[in-house]
């Protein structure tokens, strides 16, 4: 690990803060991060790794950059990725969006719905502002003239800004120390698959004497990578083209499958059966995984159709959303919450040794002082965040359990990446639509949803691009690249900050100087809070709850506790399934179903990547069935090749758009890949 590494890996870092907003909000390309695998920094690694830094090397040999400090880079990198979005790019239209829709909104208005929200989380304090608010929704520019930074109303903002950027900041500060807490237990204990970053390794690794990593002399590679490359090749230039000539189909149709079961319709996920999508990345990534893992994934889809079609059979109602909960939901956070208890009871050794020196501080010599710090960190992070919404009108016993809540989610998603290589995950259930289904409206109260529903707007609603993936992996990264993790944190953590700060300007002055990016369905998330926060004080009201749910103490509220029935009997059969998996598992190694299971079922990302899943699973056993270990080792190089072809092809369209853009101004057609 150098200087220059982290100065590397930190301008990387900032420049993806700086840009990652303006490409997906105002360019429309193809996105630079939007999930685990982000092509902008993969993509670029392949490069790196077979132009410029052998032409270094081979310049002078000091020039190159050796293994560890590529995966220092690369590691920063990744902390800049979630910054833009899943921190700071829906803070903006969380904070000026309630005051423009409850003009128009009559029933937000009889409700005073605004009135439960603490001002300073608002811009201008909640009131509709004409310069601040139609600024933001229709720009202060004009073609060819931008506006200043100093054109941003900052005044007006600060008020706001002073309560999200430190809950921001603390969110992203908890979510590296508890990176740091998991690490050695998953890492060297438990032996995670770590699929993203044992790919990097592979990118990274170079030997004494030649000029490319290992990875890159095998034809194997090759054949991967220029195969999925040609693809892609080929049928972004059919987008591109108005005369459609020639595709090589990655997407295949079956609408009989729709119309022979009409009634599948209404099923969430069920109209997916009628189209195969092929993703390459996925297939190989498959081929890397354990098999109960790899075949869970895969047969997630038909296991969620199947289930809510019975259901559904049954009078019950399975819709699902972010906001109001549903049986999915309720399914997806009782699997999630046995995962927890089981990842706690399978570390719970380290984890209480970790806890007890952080407390104490007597350490074994063999306890990490890294995984030490950051867990002292990380409890002073959660109490100032529970300070934070204290301070903002939510009860404490409720201001802790949304924090748990939310670093529940972080390890889940983390866990997921690492264990089962799912790259494009978002959650289905919020922190506080998932207190209100366990405690109920009058414990909850309609200030501490609306608190936690903007706060999960801003932090969780692109939890596809968390920064708690991406550090587990950038540790795994370093540490397979023989650097300490300790080394890691401090860059990372000044990376966090200035990216924030540099993301925030951007993000404001692109809003107040092209106007909000009023793509469809523009602020549903925030709506939807509102939405559902003017339904609770409309049933409170009517049920004569409402004053005993604004008023009563922290403890006193709790006498009211009305959780949801479907919550108490989907969530709890669904946990107690998933113990019962993981009990399996552990005891019989031919056992091929995962808890991962419950966690797929109505995840909208799954869905589209079930099929690649099990695709990959059945290419792994015939290849294990009928060719053995020595086989699956020759053919690893084919399927790493073949995600670098589905990075490349993205990367290459990427700057397509870019050059279009920059000559034309047009919004460029956009070929996704990963997305």
């Avoid at 592979?202 to 090759?222: C, N, P, Y």
């Avoid at 290589?421 to 609306?450: C, D, H, N, R, S």
């Avoid at 008023?551 to 506790?561: A, Q, T, Y």
């Avoid at 966690?599 to 909208?604: A, D, E, I, Q």
């Amino acid at each position: 690990m150098t200087f220059r590494a982290v100065l590397l890996g930190f301008l990387g870092a900032l420049l993806i803060s700086a840009l990652a907003y303006l490409n997906d909000s105002y360019i429309r390309g193809i996105f630079l991060v939007s999930n685990q695998l982000p092509v902008v920094v993969f993509g670029t690694l392949i490069v790196s790794m077979l132009t410029i830094n052998p032409l270094l090397r081979r310049l002078c040999p000091r020039w190159g950059l050796n293994t560890s400090e590529l995966a220092v880079v690369t590691a920063l990198v990744l902390v800049g990725c979630s910054i833009p979005a899943a921190m700071v790019g829906e803070l903006p239209k969380t904070a000026a969006l309630p005051a423009q829709f409850n003009r128009t909104r009559p029933g937000w208005q009889k409700s005073q719905v605004l009135s439960y929200v603490p001002p300073s989380m608002l811009l201008a304090d909640g009131q509709y502002d004409a310069e601040a608010v139609e600024g933001y929704m229709g720009g202060l520019g004009t073609p060819g003239k931008p506006i200043g930074v100093d054109q941003v109303p900052w005044k007006k903002w600060q008020p706001t800004l002073l309560v999200w950027m430190p809950l921001i900041f603390l969110t992203g500060l908890a979510a590296i120390c508890l990176s740091l807490v998991v690490h050695r237990q998953w890492s060297s204990h438990e032996r995670l698959r770590y699929p993203v970053a044992d790919f990097a390794s592979t990118l990274i690794d170079q030997e004494k004497g030649f000029a490319f990593g290992r990875v890159f002399r095998t034809k194997l590679f090759w054949i991967g990578m220029l195969g999925v490359l040609t693809i892609h090749i080929v049928n972004g230039i059919n987008v591109w083209s108005d005369n459609r000539l020639l595709t090589i189909p990655l997407t295949f149709d079956f609408p009989a499958v729709v119309q022979k079961f009409p009634r599948l319709k209404d099923i969430p996920g069920a109209t997916r059966f009628s189209t195969l999508i092929l993703y390459p990345t996925v297939i190989a990534f498959s081929f890397f995984l354990a098999s109960d893992v790899a075949f869970s994934l895969g047969i997630s889809q038909v296991v969620q159709v199947a289930l809510l079609f019975v259901l559904s059979q049954t009078g019950v109602t399975v819709a699902s959303s972010l906001e109001k909960g549903g049986i999915s939901a309720w399914i997806n956070l009782g699997g999630a919450l046995a995962m927890c208890v089981v990842l706690a009871y399978t570390g719970r050794r380290y984890y209480l040794q970790v806890l007890r020196a952080a407390l104490t501080g007597r350490a074994s010599d063999e306890m990490e002082s890294s995984a030490i710090w950051a867990c002292r960190i990380l409890l002073l992070s959660m109490a100032g965040l529970v300070g934070i919404l204290v301070s903002l009108g939510v009860a404490w016993p409720l201001a802790i359990l949304g924090v748990m809540l939310t670093m529940l989610l972080f390890v889940v998603m983390a866990r997921l990446n690492a264990e089962s290589g799912v790259f494009f995950y978002k959650f289905i259930w919020f922190p506080g639509t998932a207190l209100m289904g366990l405690l109920g409206p009058v414990v909850l109260g309609p200030t501490a949803f609306i608190v936690m529903g903007m706060m999960a707007t801003v932090l969780l609603y692109s939890a596809s691009e968390g920064l708690m993936p991406f550090m587990v992996n950038g540790l795994r990264l370093c540490d397979k690249a023989q650097v300490q993790p300790r080394k890691i944190v401090f860059p990372a953590v000044g990376t966090l900050a200035v990216g924030l700060a540099v993301a925030l300007v951007v993000v404001l002055w692109s809003n107040y100087n092209y106007g909000a990016p009023l793509i469809k369905d523009f602020g549903k998330e925030v709506r939807g809070v509102f939405n559902e926060a003017e339904k609770t004080v409309t049933t409170l009201t009517i049920s004569g709850d409402l004053q005993r749910a604004v008023e009563s103490g922290p403890i006193e509220r709790f006498s009211d506790i009305r959780p949801n029935d479907t919550l108490l009997w989907a969530g709890g059969t669904a946990f107690l399934v998933a113990l019962g998996l993981y009990a399996l598992r552990m005891r019989y190694t031919w056992w091929l179903l995962h808890p991962v299971l419950l966690l797929s079922v109505g995840v909208w990302t799954v869905e589209k990547l079930a099929q690649s899943f099990f695709i990959g699973w059945l290419i792994k056993r015939a290849i294990m069935k009928f060719g053995g270990g020595r086989t699956y080792r020759d053919v690893v190089p084919l399927m790493i090749g073949i995600v670098a072809g589905d990075l490349m092809g993205g990367l290459v369209f990427m700057v397509v758009g870019w050059v279009y853009y920059a000559m034309t101004g047009i919004t460029p057609k956009v070929y996704n890949i990963l997305r």
